[in-house]
């Protein structure tokens, strides 16, 4: 088999395994890769950098080249366009995540197979992506929903892999992995310590998301 489609499943695979990707938004690029190292510490080994955050691409770059792919998966978030996402491919992104589906970008990620995971709010959004090879939905934002939702999707698309970002949290984390979600984004409710400089509180949150999504998935 192909080896970029093995590491595209690969990729795939342990985002799933660990059930969760962190949203890093900054100020900064400095702060942003200090939330990265944090999340890393605390047993979230994939990344997403929102492409809000300055310099986002030297955010990326910079991870990749501190951790290498085998320890931590560094993906580009708030992706809105194929010239956005080839940028960020070129820098290290090993997956790329937008707010909204956009069928340049998932032919360009095709194209390179890599993960595309594209934001979709309706049923007819998600079906036009999964038609363009898209394997993972992000519902969004989750926050207009409650965890009841995966289960009414996946009566009419079975087949649909979802992962709601927005409006998750410890409260509520077991409740949406429990629902079926093949993960979960997580950004201001484990990354807030940023904003003090307290990093550790977001290992230790880190460490509380991955152990309730671990303990939901025994149940």
Known sequence: MQKHMVEKMKTLQ????????????APDPKTAVDIGRACLAGGIDAIEVAFTVPKAHRVIAAL??????????????????SETARI????GANYIVGPSFDEHTARLCNRY??????????IKEMVTAMEAGVEVLKLFPGSAFEPSIIK???GPLPQAALMPTGGVDLANV????????FAVGVGGELTAGAKSGDFQRIT??????TAKIQQARKE
Not at 14 to 25: C, P, Q, Y
Not at 64 to 81: I, K, N, P
């Open 174 to 181: 077991g409740d949406w992995i429990r629902s079926g979600c």
């Open 88 to 91: 960020a491919i070129l820098e």
């Open 204 to 209: 230790e949150a880190a460490k509380q998301f």
């Open 113 to 122: 197979q890599l993960p595309y995971m594209p934001g979709c709010f309706t």
């Open 14 to 25: 342990r985002i799933h395994d660990t059930g969760i990707v962190a949203v890093v938004r």
């Open 64 to 81: 990749d080249e501190e951790f290498g792919r085998e320890e931590l998966l560094v993906g580009a978030g708030t992706v809105m366009d």
């Open 152 to 154: 009414a999707i996946k």
